[in-house]
């Protein structure tokens, strides 16, 4: 047992031995791989001299000059749940305490005391400020997609109000244009209205799965774009088997597969074709959307899938299509993937478990 040396010394001199072996234990855990040694690392080390100086003085935590705060802000930023953040805390309390063991240090009851209680103000100051950060993200981007959804909405019945105008003031030989852009602005508005409702039920956690006949709804979904496809010259098919189903949201996958399509034959180029494909392949069920867009910088690939943005020269919408269809898919257990074809188009292959 050595004498005289306090768990403030063992902190402050076994320093870069706690910060390695968080890193290490850290790399262990799935939500730490992949990440290099300085994100994993994080604003930890600038923790353990908060602790050092408690210790030392028996001052509390300052939440607004702790290193937890950053703490909290920087593992949300890296997509780092609430409760792995906090577990970290708890991590160098037991790396710190088997340290001492080690150099012959047994902390007296103040220090374990004094211990603790900064290891759970330093995690309660990180979750804290973690939440704190998520829920204006989460404020900013409800406000940031209200104005959008309002914006194209009123862009729509806007388009749709001048056609229906003419068509009460003067008598047309074939109204039939008149008639198409009024339904067309009517349908944008509902496709509108129908995603922010989606976007609803998947962030309020709402899911309710029903068995589902793949083939009838690529069907629906490809008779519902086929007037807008042929517009553009643009050949639209679907391929599944008859008898091919799953137990999932309907709403939330219609929605997810909705956006896919549509955005297919926005962006196809005139002349090409778009297919909507689905098959099993063990127990998932794998749907693909083939559009013939030309094919997208690979270096955009994932940015596509950020609100709000979009590739391409044809803007209408607001790029939350993308976005909204991944959140659909993730909601139920499965995911939303783009393959990249150069000089030709973009394969988005959306995969659901057949049970939940």
């Known amino acids: 047992m050595t004498f005289g040396v306090t768990l403030a010394d063992i902190i402050a001199e076994q320093h870069d031995a706690v910060v390695d072996r968080f890193v290490e234990t850290a790399k262990r855990d799935a939500a730490g791989a992949g990440l290099a040694r300085v994100e994993l690392i994080d604003s930890m080390a600038f923790f353990l001299d908060d602790l050092v100086e408690t210790l030392a003085t028996g001052a509390r935590l300052d939440p607004r000059e702790s290193a937890a705060a950053s703490h909290g802000i920087e593992r949300l930023s890296i997509g780092f749940r609430v409760d792995r953040v906090v577990r970290e805390y708890f991590l160098v309390a037991e790396l710190i305490l088997d340290i001492a063991v080690e150099n012959g240090v047994t902390p007296t009851t103040a220090e374990m005391r004094t211990l603790l209680g900064a290891i759970g103000e330093g995690a ?28 194209e909405v009123r862009n729509s019945l806007a388009s749709a109000r001048f056609a229906f105008d003419l068509l009460k003031r003067r008598d047309f030989a074939d109204p039939a244009p008149l008639v198409t852009i009024v339904d067309g602005g009517l349908r944008q508005a509902s496709a509108r209205i129908d995603d922010a409702l989606a976007g609803a039920r998947v962030r309020g956690g709402v899911v309710s799965p029903v068995r589902v006949y793949v083939k009838l709804m690529l069907d629906e979904i490809a008779a519902q774009l086929r007037p807008q496809a042929q517009a553009r010259g643009i050949d639209i098919e679907t391929a599944a088997e008859h008898d091919l189903s799953l137990h999932t949201d309907a709403r939330l996958l219609r929605s997810a597969l909705e956006n896919l399509a549509s955005n297919g034959v926005k962006f196809s180029q005139q002349g090409g074709d778009v297919a909507l494909r689905a098959h099993c392949l063990g127990e998932t069920v794998l749907f693909e959307v083939a559009d013939s867009c030309g094919g997208v910088d690979e270096s955009e690939v994932e940015r596509l899938f950020r609100p ?16 909204l269809a991944r959140e659909c898919a993730e909601a139920q257990g499965g995911s939303l993937k783009l ?7 973009c394969i988005f292959t959306l995969s659901l478990p057949l049970e939940p």
């Open 308 to 323: 709000f943005v979009q590739a391409g020269e044809e803007r209408s919408g607001f790029g939350l299509g993308l976005a």
């Open 124 to 151: 309660a100051i990180a979750a804290s400020e973690y939440v704190r950060r998520r829920e204006a993200d989460l404020l900013h981007r409800e406000a940031e997609h209200a104005g959008f959804l309002a914006h």
């Open 339 to 345: 393959t990249n074809v150069p000089g030709h188009g």
